[in-house]
Nanobody, 120 residues
Framework: QVQLVESGGGLVQPGGSLRLSCAAS??????????MRWYRQVPGKEREFVAR????????MYGDSAEGRFTISRDDAKNTLYLEINRLKPEDTGVYSC???????????WGQGTQVTVSS
């Protein structure tokens, strides 16, 4: 059974840092072979793309609001995707979810999300 489980969220003061994790299990093969993404959801707004890491090459792409302060990475040996966020701002607040799929597959998988709240 495929599972993605996020962790690492919490209440953080503006200017702080967080590292979110997404533990993957149940996938056939290495997670390096998956396209993996982070999204953010804020109540009343559409889910927003944050970052993506490509299968194989590990090249990365970021949404407009994530450029410069966010870093997506993964540890293949630990089957874990990460999102590091620096210099946090109140507008970074939201539920961060990870998504994974294999190129060409019909199905993508989502975690349940982890809440990040940036407030003083």
């Amino acid at each position: 059974q495929v599972q993605l489980v996020e962790s690492g969220g919490g209440l953080v003061q503006p200017g702080g840092s967080l590292r979110l994790s997404c533990a993957a299990s149940g996938f056939t093969g290495r997670i390096k072979n998956l396209i993996m993404r982070w999204y953010r959801q804020v109540p009343g707004k559409e889910r927003e793309f944050v970052a993506r890491i490509e299968s194989g090459s590990d090249s990365t792409m970021y949404g407009d609001s994530a450029e410069g302060r966010f870093t997506i990475s993964r540890d293949d040996a630990k089957n874990t995707l990460y999102l590091e966020i620096n210099r946090l701002k109140p507008e970074d607040t939201g539920v961060y979810s990870c998504n994974a799929y294999r190129r060409g597959a019909m199905t993508s998988y989502w975690g349940q999300g982890t809440q990040v709240t940036v407030s003083s």
